[in-house]
């Protein structure tokens, strides 16, 4: 099985600009996480999307956003950018189920590394 | 929201000795992951449970949910085992949004 996919891996962006960055998850997994990691707040957990809706979000400005496709690839976007959203963004697909146990395994992608200059 | 504490923030061993990373919270949780991060790498997955005690190779994971207290322990640590290791828990109510600790960076030497 193939593992979650991100691209772009690395991005160079002003700012002011806008990005959107891409997450292809396990195969059969309906649910998408995104997270951002910088070395002074830690990984920060931004929204999570579940059969296309946003199911969960996190404390993060409206700058940020996201959709998911019927395919359940996921895509987040950042407006206006700001020197502070450099940082590594990850995602993490899941099977997605509202029970607990293995069905709530993140598996992570290898990020995409933003910077904005 | 949850409050996750890790320690000790940073770790050095020799190789072969027996480590232990600590993780507390503050809320009831249903599962509790542990993660593990190389320099310049991405995240990978080691253990997610909500109760007793997993192994995987020379890891070993345990959970007292009464305590409200995890610990990651690495038995005969080897210098691939050197990464930043970070603990996360379910938070807001959803067991797909986590919060995480700071993480442990481990540093061991051969």
């Known amino acids: 099985k193939a593992g979650v996919t991100q691209t772009p891996r690395y991005l160079i962006k002003t700012r002011g600009q806008q990005v959107t960055l891409s997450c292809s998850p396990i195969s059969g997994h309906r649910s998408v996480s995104w997270y951002q990691q910088t070395p002074g707040q830690g990984l920060q957990f931004l929204f999570e999307y579940f059969s296309e809706t946003q199911r969960n979000k996190g404390n993060f400005p409206g700058r940020f956003s996201g959709r998911q496709f019927s395919n359940s690839r996921s895509e987040m976007n950042v407006s206006t950018l700001e020197l502070g959203d450099s940082a590594l963004y990850l995602c993490a697909s899941q099977t997605g189920g509202t029970s607990g146990g293995a069905r709530n395994e993140q598996f992570f992608g290898p990020g995409t590394r933003l910077t904005v200059l | 929201k949850n409050e996750v504490e890790q320690s000790p923030q940073n770790l050095t061993a020799q190789e072969g000795e027996f480590i232990t990373i600590n993780c507390s919270y503050s809320v009831g949780i249903s599962a509790l992951h542990w993660l593990q991060q190389h320099p310049g790498g991405g995240i990978v997955s080691l253990f997610m449970l909500s109760s007793g005690k997993k192994k995987h190779g020379r890891l070993i994971a345990t959970i007292n949910i009464q305590e409200k207290h995890s610990s990651l322990h690495i038995t005969a640590s080897h210098p691939r085992d050197s990464a930043v290791y970070i603990c996360?828990?379910?938070?807001?109510?959803?067991?797909?949004?986590?919060?995480f600790g700071k993480g442990t960076l481990l540093t061991v030497n051969p």
């Open positions: 996360a828990v379910p938070s807001g109510g959803s067991n797909y949004k986590l919060t």
